[in-house]
Structure formats: structure tokens, C-alpha cells
Nanobody
Framework: QVQLVESGGGLVHTGGSLRLSCVAS?????????MGWYRQAPGNQRELVAR????????NYVDSVKGRFTISRDNTTSTVFLEMNSLKLEDTAVYYC?????????WGKGTLVTVSS
């Protein structure tokens, strides 16, 4: 069973940048797997931020982050990144890494991103 461990969250001012990492351990990532980042702000439902198939052929971003966030991967280390630039107050949330393989839906424990003015 694949386990996902996120890191890279923290406190940043508006306009700043952060890079989140998600390491998939204890398993193999297949090119057909879909991996992505979701976020949940206080009082809100969890929402998709960005996702792609691990071969990188299909990528999706929520409209609110297009042009500011970039999802990428390092196949050699089974790591998925989320580069976040021009951060806004409304980007404050717990960010979760996700892997979907068939009926399996695996989540990390999340990393907190706080954007302050």
C-alpha cells in the first residue's frame, strides 16, 4: 500500500511562494495513476487544486490557481511537487496529496499553508 507524506507548508506573506512536496513511499507509482493536490480551508469542503496522470499527459488545475501554481513530479523519487507563486490570502488551507488508482483513493495527512497580509 502506497503511503503519501507531504511537506513544505508554512507561513508566507501575500505574493510569496512555497513549494510543497509529496513523497510516495512503500509502493510503486504507475504511469496510469492520477496524483494531485487538494486543499481544505476552515469551514470549507476539500477542493481539487491540481492533478495529473503520473506520466504527465493529463493535467488539470482549478481556475483560481491557473498561472500561479504548477504541479510536477520526479519519477526517480516518486515525488510530486506543487510550486505555488503569487500566493493570496484565500490560498490559506491544509493541502493534501492524493493518489487514485482504480477504486483506491489514498490521502496524505496534509500540510498547512498560511498566507498572511
Amino acid at each position: 500500500q502506497v503511503q503519501l507524506v507531504e511537506s513544505g507548508g508554512g507561513l508566507v506573506h501575500t505574493g510569496g511562494s512555497l513549494r510543497l512536496s509529496c513523497v510516495a513511499s512503500s509502493g510503486i507509482i504507475f504511469n496510469s495513476d492520477t496524483m494531485g493536490w487538494y486543499r481544505q480551508a476552515p469551514g470549507n469542503q476539500r477542493e481539487l487544486v491540481a492533478r495529473f496522470t503520473f506520466d504527465g499527459k493529463i493535467k488539470n488545475y482549478v481556475d483560481s490557481v491557473k498561472g500561479r501554481f504548477t504541479i510536477s513530479r520526479d519519477n526517480t523519487t516518486s515525488t510530486v511537487f506543487l510550486e505555488m507563486n503569487s500566493l493570496k490570502l484565500e490560498d490559506t488551507a491544509v493541502y493534501y496529496c492524493n493518489l487514485r488508482r482504480g477504486a483506491d483513493n489514498i490521502w496524505g495527512k496534509g500540510t498547512l499553508v498560511t498566507v498572511s497580509s
